[in-house]
Every structure is written in C-alpha cells, then in structure tokens.
C-alpha cells in the first residue's frame, strides 16, 4: 500500500507563481555519463520480500529476487526461474524442474532445497500461501533442480499463486538465509535477481545502489512486464531518497534524476511542457484504488450496521476533486471491488451503496451508535489525507464525532496493528493487487490477522470456490458474489480509482510503461 506525499515542501514551498516556472529549467547535463538515478515512491526500508504487504519493498524485491513464475502485462503467469512443470492426472502432484545455470549473489548455485526453504517460509504469511497450505501442500526435493509440491486436494491457481504479482512475494532466497532469520527479518539481503543489493554503498536516509548481477542468466523470450527475460543494460540503478516531491519534481526537470515513481498532481501539466521530461499516465489495472478501511474488530464500526451508513457518505467524484486529481487522470465512480476497466470488473451489490448523506444520517440514527469517537488515522499532506478530511466532514454532518489524528504514514501502519485505538484510515493501492478476490488486502485477508480484521464466514466460503473454479467464468460469477458480500458486510469502502503519473527523462530508452517501476531492459541515450 503506498500513501505518497503531495506538499510543496523544499525549494518550491517559497516560490511564488511568478518565480516557480525558472525552478524547471533544465541545465546542462552529460547524460551518457551521469549514473542511472531514480526517486521511488519512499525510501526502502523493511528489505525482506515475505514480512510485508509494502509495495516499496515488492518493488525493491522484484529487482534483486527471482520468483519461480511471473505475470505479464495481460495477468497471464509464465515460468520464470521454472524450466517445466509437469502435473498428475488427479492434479495432486506438481513436479517443477530449474532453470539450469542460475546462482544467488553469493556464488552459489539455486537449487531445489532453496525454493522449498523459500516457500515454506513465505507461506503461512501470505493469504494465498495460507490457502496453498490448506490444500495439503508437502514439499519435497527431487534433486538439485527438481522438487515436488504433492496436495492432498486440486489447487487449479497454483501458478498463479507462486507467480503472484503483489506482496508479500514467493521470492527465493538461500535456505541457509531463510533458516538464520528465523521468525524475524532476513539478516543478508542475498537473492537471485538482475540486480544485487550494494549493502555497502547503502546509506540510509540517502541512497541505495542495486547493481548489475552479471552472472544472471535471463530467459531467452523477451521480457513482458514482471515475466521473461529481465536483461539488465545498465550498471547499476541509484535508489535516491528526496525529502518532498516538489523537490523530486525540481530534480527531475534539472536531469538530477532520471525517474519519479509518482509525480505531484498539481505539476503535471508542467513537467509534461518540460524539456526532455516525458509524463507516463496510465490506465485499467495500473491505476489506483482508494479506500478507506474501516476496523471491524473494536469501536463504532465493530457494528456492521454502523459501518454499512459508510456508503452513503462516499461520492468518489468529491473525494477525488478534494485531492486535486485532474478529470484526465481519474474515475468520477467506480462501484468495482476489483477495479474498473479490469476482468473482474461488476457492480454486483452496489444497488444500495449509493450517496445520500440524508438517508445515512437516517440509518446511522436506526443503529446503535451512542456518538462514540470514531479515530480516523489520517497521513500528513497526502492525497489520502484530503479524501479523509472529506469522510470526516461528512460523518460529523451525519452524526458521527470525529478525532481525526494526522501522523506519518510509518505512524499509521504502528497503530493499525493494534487492535484497539482507531477506527478508519484513508489509503490507496495499485489496480493490479486490488483486481482479484485472492490478491486485494481488504478480501483476500478476511478472517485474517490482518489489520482491520473484517471477518465474513459466506466469504470465506467464496474465496475457497473461487480458488478452485475451473476457469474463468466461474471465477468471475463467483467474485460478483464476493463482491455482493463485500458490499453487506462493508470491509472498505472505496474513494474513488485513479492514475498517479510518473515521469522519466526522455535519455530512458525501453523504460516499461507501468504503474510498478521495472528498470531491467532500460538503456541510457544521450538526450
């Protein structure tokens, strides 16, 4: 989950509208030789790949871990450090033989003994790794490169699973690292990937160095999105940590960095009038999903007909107008648990969700809500922020009290995993982790220990169909009826999907258009 921050800190907050324009003039540059530089989302700061839903760290994951599958740009799963699977009849046993040649950044060679380590450990801390348990799931090594996965029931998403896209990843690390860690994070960052971890040139709260791992061997197809070959043409990716991002911005347009995951919305339309700076905007499941997820475990909204009065409350067009999202870059509605313009796309029991402050003041007085302080965890200076001040205003118009308590973003993920204490907190997250029912934190985790602990016993029930649908059309009817569920038992309420741009420097060549930073493929040109 990101929340990214939109304030004008730095060298932009003391300009004023005459003077900002020659903050965005570029200067002279040798691009050939300045070092491939980038400004991320957030600065990375939990490195393990299966202790956190953080998608900072999935995208650090993504470029010094391999995965035994990857998903291209369609959602379609390839094998990726997989040469072939063979499956039995009764689809009980699942055979899958290594890549030849592959070695981890220590020199060693990645063998089947590692995968094992490397799921087991990643497993019972994901909701799909947890559902892959539940269908029996044993491992076994058949040598250095083979190994058997044997259930005791039909798993039909089994690629899709140890190829999903979102965090936490079934990366593979050497079983000696996932055994020194034990219960706690990873001690040596060591993986398979294009790139390796400079743990030497990383200074925290400054850079990090990924560097060319030249003994990695991709695959001879061309790379598609997290899939195929990750050729890396670049020696090394410098990971800058920049205090705001209107000084991300300023640096941008200076050639100072190269890339910036999420530009500010307000200066769009300038970086795009920008010499040598190129806008990505992007559309379906690379765009964002926000909600606001609700605690269902203490508090006013441990009473579902108290969180049910949500949905009248909502009107995404407001929330999204409240953060400064541009028409071009947002969707005025959208009633998709799993994002609009995707395959799983329905406004399956949405009927009722409709905006009405009046008819929720009704409902809200129907329940027994007695004006219990609703603590609303709010992200300082973000866009999240501005749809919550929203919410709240809204709320307290319908009867609600509301602390709305602002802190850092590092602040609100301490106090979620707290039981008691708050109530509701604004967040957004990429399409692409909230399109399926086994990926989107709010579903996928039901009945989970997970923050906010929406528990349905109907949508677990669903889940496990969906997990065993035979093909695509069941899958999508039985997710409209997870949806339906969703809408009743009131997990999260949406505020709206929209595009966050980013913006590169126009020297980036074969950089993949994509809300998820790839850099293996990028060449440097000199403009």
């Known amino acids: 989950?990101?929340?990214?921050?939109?304030?004008?800190?730095?060298?932009?907050?003391?300009?004023?509208?005459?003077?900002?324009?020659?903050?965005?003039?570029?200067?002279?540059?040798?691009?050939?030789?300045?070092?491939?530089?980038?400004?991320?989302?957030?600065?990375?700061?939990?490195?393990?790949?299966?202790?956190?839903?953080?998608?900072?760290?999935?995208?650090?994951?993504?470029?010094?871990?391999?995965?035994?599958?990857?998903?291209?740009?369609?959602?379609?799963?390839?094998?990726?450090?997989?040469?072939?699977?063979?499956?039995?009849?009764?689809?009980?046993?699942?055979?899958?033989?290594?890549?030849?040649?592959?070695?981890?950044?220590?020199?060693?060679?990645?063998?089947?003994?590692?995968?094992?380590?490397?799921?087991?450990?990643?497993?019972?801390?994901?909701?799909?790794?947890?559902?892959?348990?539940?269908?029996?799931?044993?491992?076994?090594?058949?040598?250095?490169?083979?190994?058997?996965?044997?259930?005791?029931?039909?798993?039909?998403?089994?690629?899709?699973?140890?190829?999903?896209?979102?965090?936490?990843?079934?990366?593979?690390?050497?079983?000696?690292?996932?055994?020194?860690?034990?219960?706690?994070?990873?001690?040596?960052?060591i993986g398979s990937g294009p790139f390796r971890f400079a743990a030497d040139r990383w200074r925290v709260g400054d850079s990090m160095v990924l560097a060319r791992f030249d003994r990695y061997v991709p695959r001879p197809e061309p790379a598609d999105f997290l899939s195929g070959g990750k050729a890396v043409q670049v020696p090394e990716v410098v990971l800058r940590t920049i205090g705001d991002d209107g000084t991300g911005a300023s640096a941008l347009v200076a050639g100072e960095i190269d890339y910036?995951?999420?530009?500010?919305?307000?200066?769009?339309?300038?970086?795009?009038?920008?010499?040598?700076?190129?806008?990505?905007?992007?559309?379906?499941?690379?765009?964002?999903?926000?909600?606001?997820?609700?605690?269902?475990?203490?508090?006013?909204?441990?009473?579902?007909?108290?969180?049910?009065?949500?949905?009248?409350?909502?009107?995404?067009?407001?929330?999204?107008?409240?953060?400064?999202?541009?028409?071009?870059?947002?969707?005025?509605?959208?009633?998709?648990?799993?994002?609009?313009?995707?395959?799983?796309?329905?406004?399956?029991?949405?009927?009722?969700?409709?905006?009405?402050?009046?008819?929720?003041?009704?409902?809200?007085?129907?329940?027994?809500?007695?004006?219990?302080?609703?603590?609303?965890?709010?992200?300082?200076?973000?866009?999240?922020q501005a749809a919550g001040s929203m919410l709240a205003q809204r709320m307290r118009e319908a009867g609600f009290t509301v602390d709305e308590q602002v802190m850092d973003w590092g602040t609100v993920l301490q106090r979620r995993g707290r039981k008691e204490g708050w109530s509701i907190f604004p967040v957004y997250s990429n399409g692409v982790d909230m399109a399926s029912p086994l990926t989107h934190f709010y579903i996928s985790n039901n009945c989970g220990d997970y923050p906010g602990w929406s528990c349905s016993e109907p949508m677990s029930a669903l889940l496990t169909q969906f997990a065993a649908a035979p093909d695509d059309a069941a899958r999508a009817r039985i997710a409209a009826a997870i949806q339906e569920d969703a809408y009743r038992t009131t997990p999260s309420v949406m505020w709206g999907q929209f595009s966050r741009p980013a913006g590169y420097r126009t020297r980036l060549q074969g950089l993949v258009q994509s809300s998820y930073p790839i850099f293996w493929g990028v060449r440097l040109g000199n403009a």
Not at 147 to 173: D, E
Not at 336 to 359: I, K
Request: a neutral charge.
């Open 260 to 384: 910036m995951q999420y530009l500010p919305f307000d200066l769009v339309p300038m970086l795009a009038r920008s010499q040598g700076v190129q806008v990505m905007t992007l559309k379906g499941l690379d765009m964002f999903q926000g909600n606001f997820r609700v605690n269902a475990a203490s508090g006013p909204f441990a009473d579902p007909a108290v969180r049910a009065v949500l949905w009248q409350l909502v009107d995404q067009k407001e929330m999204l107008q409240a953060a400064g999202i541009a028409p071009e870059l947002r969707m005025d509605h959208c009633a998709a648990f799993f994002m609009c313009d995707a395959p799983l796309a329905s406004d399956a029991g949405a009927a009722n969700a409709r905006f009405d402050p009046a008819a929720g003041k009704a409902a809200l007085a129907r329940t027994g809500y007695k004006g219990e302080p609703v603590v609303m965890l709010q992200v300082s200076a973000s866009i999240s």
């Open 1 to 189: 989950m990101s929340t990214i921050t939109a304030s004008r800190r730095g060298v932009l907050a003391g300009m004023t509208a005459l003077a900002l324009p020659a903050a965005f003039l570029p200067r002279p540059a040798a691009a050939q030789q300045k070092p491939f530089t980038v400004m991320l989302e957030s600065e990375v700061v939990i490195l393990d790949p299966h202790v956190t839903t953080a998608a900072i760290t999935r995208t650090f994951a993504y470029h010094v871990f391999d995965m035994l599958y990857g998903s291209d740009a369609k959602g379609q799963i390839h094998p990726q450090m997989v040469e072939t699977q063979e499956v039995s009849a009764d689809q009980l046993r699942w055979q899958f033989t290594l890549r030849p040649g592959m070695r981890f950044h220590d020199d060693t060679p990645v063998t089947a003994a590692d995968c094992i380590a490397s799921l087991a450990r990643w497993a019972p801390r994901d909701a799909l790794g947890r559902m892959l348990l539940a269908a029996g799931a044993t491992m076994a090594a058949q040598g250095e490169r083979v190994f058997t996965i044997t259930l005791t029931k039909p798993f039909p998403l089994m690629l899709n699973v140890l190829g999903k896209p979102n965090a936490p990843l079934p990366a593979i690390m050497p079983a000696r690292v996932a055994a020194a860690a034990g219960e706690g994070r990873i001690k040596e960052v």
